[in-house]
Nanobody, 133 residues
Framework: QVQLRESGGGSVQAGGSLRLSCAAS????????MGWFRQAPGKEREGVAA????????YYADSVKGRFTISYDNAKNTLYLQMNSLTPEDTAMYYC??????????????????????????WGQGTLVTVSS
């Protein structure tokens, strides 16, 4: 059974940085898409970044492009999200997710523009990021 566990959330002032981690276990696939999503209070869940492990290709929502960096360490089976220049608008619960059987990240990147991502194979429990002004 695939398991994802996020860590690294916390409180930071505007302009600060945080690095989120997502440890993956329970599978041996080598090519799949992993993504970061977030949900702010009262808002829909949105996709913010994705990486396809087979090629290293990365994708970002416009709202985080240039500030966030997604990466995946194959040796550690760990997904990261480096978040810089944080603003109060980045305050949300952040989730990692895995799309294990696709050959690209289209199901994750569709969530960048509001399409639901309910069909993804695994989700973490979330880690809270709070950015104060």
């Amino acid at each position: 059974q695939v398991q994802l566990r996020e860590s690294g959330g916390g409180s930071v002032q505007a302009g600060g940085s945080l690095r989120l981690s997502c440890a993956a276990s329970g599978y041996t696939y080598t090519r799949y898409c992993m993504g970061w999503f977030r949900q702010a209070p009262g808002k829909e869940r949105e996709g913010v970044a994705a990486v396809y492990t087979g090629t290293g290709s990365t994708y970002y929502a416009d709202s985080v492009k240039g500030r966030f960096t997604i990466s995946y360490d194959n040796a550690k089976n760990t997904l990261y999200l480096q978040m810089n220049s944080l603003t109060p608008e980045d305050t949300a619960m952040y989730y990692c997710a895995a799309d294990l059987f696709q050959t690209d990240c289209s199901r994750v990147t569709n969530a960048f523009v509001g399409q639901p991502a309910n069909a993804l194979d695994a989700w973490g429990q979330g880690t809270l990021v709070t950015v104060s002004s």
